[in-house]
């Protein structure tokens, strides 16, 4: 899974940003309204975060000229503005959540991983497919009720393909998924990845669909 945070404060933005990394999102971090929108552009990301007062451009209009362009990701407003005005004109502008600043670092994991399973069409905070079942609050992973050992990639990857299941993804998107720009990736980390999960999942959990990537399927 992969975020666009938008947060001019240097402090806040860096704390921000080195949390969800810790939690297994990919994050890339711009600090003012118009980089927003040039990476709003690029269309690989999950979810974005968005402050509100904004150099060069401010989030409100980013979000408004963004949902003008169709824009379906999930929108979570972080500011200082706490006056009820803005919480509503937020969301009346198309985002989806609000958290005003200072926030707990949980609170906004969980917000995230609300927002997240809504976006794919999941009510359920736990993943079930077949024998297997990925928890995002705990980062746990069971097969048949066992606890699996995963790296914090193998379990991005996990859930990248989980949810929603039996999508098919390319190594390129899938590869976009999971690293953020600050990245330098190895050709063969993903499929390095799958190769290490098709071990501990069973190796036919992962299907290779020819030409086109992989998916994962129980049928
Ligand atoms: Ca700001």
Do not use: C
Request: aromatic share 6%.
């Amino acid at each position: 899974m992969r975020l666009l945070l938008v947060e001019d404060d240097s402090m806040i933005g860096e704390s921000i940003s080195e949390a969800l990394t810790n939690q297994s999102y990919a994050v890339d971090w711009v600090r003012d309204g118009r980089s927003a929108e040039l990476a709003l552009a690029n269309d690989v990301y999950d979810l974005l975060l968005l402050d509100l007062g904004l150099p060069k451009k401010q989030g409100l209009q980013v979000l408004r000229e963004y949902r003008q362009r169709s824009g379906m990701l999930p929108v979570l407003i972080i500011t200082a503005r706490d006056a009820m005005a803005d919480k509503v004109s937020g969301l009346d502008a198309g985002a989806d959540d609000y958290l005003v600043k200072p926030f707990d670092l949980d609170e906004l994991f969980a917000r995230v991983r609300a927002l997240l399973r809504r976006h794919t069409g999941r009510a359920q905070p736990v993943i079930t497919y077949g024998q297997v079942t990925l928890n995002p609050a705990s980062h746990e992973v069971f097969l048949d009720g066992q606890l699996l050992s995963l790296s914090a990639h193998e379990f991005s990857l996990l859930l990248t393909l989980l949810d929603p299941p039996e999508r098919v993804l390319s190594l390129a998107e899938l590869e976009e998924k999971l690293y953020s720009w600050d990245h330098e990736v190895a050709s063969n980390t993903v499929e390095v990845l799958i190769h290490r999960l098709r071990k501990k999942l069973g190796n036919d959990f992962i299907r290779n669909v020819r030409g086109i990537g992989y998916k994962v399927s129980i049928s």
